[in-house]
């Protein structure tokens, strides 16, 4: 698809508490001139200029910090041709650091971890680092010096495979372990920020080894490996444990887990865990080696690798744009020949245009995507990629584009809609609203919701507050930092006819890992009388053909009816009200509703407005340009008997370019207490 933009915005409304609360989900679209095609080097091709220093045994752990620079744990005695036992550190370019000497003798560092203060947390096999006992679990500085005052109590058994940091200073370990001093811990152990043991954390453990672990913003902890039980309750391969007491967090349910190893974990900003291993079934639904989990461990079926690799994954990152990085032992995935690197769509489809060539010539172990410069860095047992020399680790181009600029709504769309689903515009189109709850997809994406799940999407709020003695409206509504391709615009209006923009986005940009937060806008005129505010979304990302628009109201109603139902008036017939909720099929199509779905036409609001010679009624409502072969009247009366026509579309031509608008028809006589009147909107066929 063709990068472009929808400069016509979709609308919420919301009004002053005197005139109610109108809703305007069924918003316009258009397109402008598509720019130009970015440029760049091929995603999957080797960053040839970053030749490092190669390493003369496996890397198992790499990991980036503040600076820039490469920290690197593995088997290995020498980094650049210079001794270095076990851990070593480069620079952004790929240099060795002479400044970092941290040596471990005794066996290899497993996996490593960069402390909020720089320091170095590194757990593996070793009996010994920088230059001093220790047994398996060390902490150096900046500089590789040991860190004497985290020594942590007592000899651990066997190897740490996983190493993290919680933000209170303590640090988390999982590996094969099943003592700690005289302690009975099994795979699972927390030290204090001095590196004393918690006894409490976690009882005994686990009762198999475990690969990985990562600690939640929220301070939980994930735990995955072999294991089937955790503290005594049965847990398949992972699970997610409370960060003080390390018990399993019940409303975590991932019911009957894993079949196999799970040896990679990543967490991603949504609350959605990428799980990786060497499992080919989760509770019961074929996910060969890969899976990706709700935030509550159900499985999210938006995602399905098919067959995925044919060997097991060892690391996992994210890109800007939402693909995954995978890499391990594999050689194919889903049937296609692939070396041991690949980068999938948010629905687990293979990324096609992520092209390694031969690949790597050994296992990836590990995987840090950057941001900034694009790039991913592999690290692992091989020693060529893509035909060329790379003795351990290696970077290669991983997106081309700026950071944000590329969209995400095609990726959402690809995450919440089967392959079926997304080539049915009437369901995974951006204004096609397939849950009924009144709110388009691309809302959905903008606010935060679930486009199948109704009532998900929290929708603007409006508010008042003082300010030197007068009242202002504030609209409050949720901003997604994912959503890089859209900008919110608040605007404010008197008549609901004319709006001015007093606030956009644009401005105050968010990044894709601050999630969502709630943005709240102050009106800057006071509300003395008539006055709304609506936020517009704005999509400024890739071209999503809508569907054609329907040619009257036959071919409105195809879209909605089977062949039976399209054959049975009292279904799909124009004066039926199939989905019961008081508002016959003709309305529906006239109103933008769904007649398969209750209350998703948006009916008409009757305001009143001061005017010369008295207060008048008007009345406000939707008017779509596709509504063929209808007229839509205005009718008043003083007594519900009798009615009389004071606005016709017949005589108002639709002269606007967008699909819907707001009609706003006043009353032609003042309303009082001595002379009431109504206001009612008719829809007919045309003669």
């Known amino acids: 698809m063709k990068p472009s933009r929808y400069p016509k915005p979709h609308h919420l409304i919301a009004a002053t508490a005197m005139a109610g609360l109108l809703s305007s989900p069924f918003a316009p679209m258009a397109w402008a001139d598509d720019p130009e095609e970015p440029e760049g080097p091929i995603p999957g091709t080797l960053v040839e200029e970053f030749a490092p220093a190669g390493f003369n045994d496996e890397v198992f752990s790499i990991k980036v910090d503040a600076e820039g620079r490469i920290v690197a744990g593995g088997w290995f005695t020498q980094a650049g041709g210079q001794p270095r036992g076990g851990v070593a550190r480069l620079t952004s370019e790929g240099e060795l650091d002479d400044t970092f000497t941290a040596n471990t003798t005794g066996g290899p560092v497993v996996d490593l971890s960069v402390a909020e203060n720089g320091d170095i947390l590194l757990g593996g096999a070793f ?43 303590s640090v ?13 811990k099994v795979a699972a152990a927390k030290f204090g920020p001095d590196g004393t043991l918690d006894t409490t954390f976690a009882g005994g453990g686990a009762n198999n080894v475990i690969s990985a672990v990562e ?43 894993f079949s196999g190893p799970v040896t990679a974990v990543l ?65 194919e995935y889903n049937g296609t020949p692939v070396n041991r690197l690949v980068r999938l769509l948010p629905n687990g489809t293979l ?17 840090v995507y950057l941001p900034e410069e694009q790039i991913a860095l592999v690290a692992g047992s091989f020693t060529f990629f893509a035909g060329q020399s790379r003795a351990r680790l290696a970077a290669v181009h991983a997106g081309g584009e700026a950071v944000g600029t590329e969209g995400r709504f095609p990726s959402w769309l690809a995450e919440n809609f089967t392959s079926a689903e997304l080539a049915n515009g009437q369901i995974s189109g951006p204004a096609a609203d397939p849950d009924g709850d009144g709110v388009p997809n691309l809302l959905e994406y903008a606010f ?84 709304f505010l609506r936020v517009a979304v704005v999509y400024t ?41 008081g508002v016959r099929n003709l309305m529906e199509y006239a109103l933008g509703g ?78 009082s207490a001595a002379s009431p009147r109504f206001l009612r909107l008719i829809v007919e066929t045309a003669d």
Do not use: C
């Open 351 to 367: 990324d096609e245009t992520f092209e390694t060539g031969e690949g790597a010539s050994g296992t990836i172990n590990s995987i």
């Open 215 to 257: 600690v939640l913003p929220d301070g939980r902890v994930l735990f995955g490996g072999a294991f089937t039980s955790f503290n005594g309750q049965p847990r398949n391969r992972l699970v997610m444990v409370d960060g003080e007491t390390g018990a399993p967090v019940n409303d975590f349910n991932i019911g009957t887990g």
């Open 448 to 531: 935060g919701g679930d486009p199948k799940a109704p009532g998900t999407a929290p929708l603007p709020t409006l508010s008042t507050t003082e300010s030197g003695g007068q009242k202002f409206l504030q609209i409050s509504f949720a901003r997604v930092g994912e959503a890089n391709d859209i900008e919110y615009h608040v605007q404010a209006s008197e008549d609901l006819a004319n709006w001015e923009t007093i606030w956009n986005s644009a401005g105050q940009p968010m990044a894709p890992g601050d999630g969502v937060m709630t943005q709240t806008v102050t009106d800057d005129v006071a509300a003395d009388g008539s006055r």
């Open 267 to 331: 967490p991603l900003p949504d609350g959605r865990i990428l799980v990786g291993g060497n499992f080919m079934f989760f509770n019961g639904v074929e996910r060969a080696r890969l899976a990706l989990l709700n935030a509550d461990g159900s499985l999210a079926a938006t995602f399905n690798p098919g067959a995925g690799p044919n060997g097991a994954v060892n690391a996992l990152a994210v890109d800007s744009g939402g693909r995954f990085l995978v890499g391990g032992a594999f050689n």
């Open 594 to 671: 769904d007649p398969q779905v209750p209350n998703t036409a948006m009916k008409p609001v009757v305001t009143t407005e001061a005017g010369e010679g008295g207060d008048f009624l008007n009345i406000h409502f939707p008017r779509m340009r596709d509504a063929a072969g209808i007229v839509y009247k205005v009718q008043a009366s003083a007594n519900l008997a009798s009615w009389e026509t004071i606005w016709s579309s017949a005589d108002h031509p639709y002269t606007s370019t967008e699909s819907m608008e707001m009609e706003s028809v006043p009353d032609v006589e003042p309303v």
């Open 127 to 169: 009996t010994q680092a920088a230059g001093a006992a220790r047994s398996r679990l060390a902490r150096v500085d900046d500089e590789g010096n040991l860190v004497e005052s985290f020594d942590p109590a007592g000899p651990l058994d066997d190897r740490v495979t996983g190493i993290r940091e919680m933000a209170d200073g």
């Open 541 to 581: 990302g890739e071209v999503i053909e809508p569907p054609p628009p329907p040619e009257g109201y036959t071919d409105w109603a195809g879209q909605f009816f089977s062949g039976d139902e399209l054959n049975d008036p009292a279904v799909s017939g124009p004066n039926a009200d199939p989905d019961g909720d």
């Open 172 to 184: 988390v370990v999982s590996g094969w372990f099943s003592l700690i001093g005289g302690d009975f």
